[in-house]
């Protein structure tokens, strides 16, 4: 079961931590490190900002995408 979970996650990674990197021009290992930290001092807020800061980059990956295929008529 554990490993069925941690196989889901590699695979549907949200890209989150890649997009923060490329936007503050870090290494993605620091950026996760920050996550894994800060997710043991906040009890939990980063884990909450992840999720929902996914949920926005999946939203905005969709609404491009429907641009461009809006414009393409």
Do not use: N
Not at 23 to 52: E, N, Q, T, W
Request: aromatic share 20%; glycine share 2%.
């Amino acid at each position: 079961m554990f490993q069925k979970l941690i196989t889901f996650f590699e695979k549907q990674s949200f890209g989150v931590c890649t997009y923060l990197a490329d936007k503050l021009d870090m290494s993605i290992s620091k950026i996760r490190l920050f996550f894994i930290y800060a997710s043991f001092l906040a009890v939990g807020f980063p884990i909450v900002f992840y999720v929902l800061a996914a949920i926005v980059l999946d939203i905005r990956h969709y609404v491009k995408k429907i641009r461009l295929r809006i414009w393409d008529l």
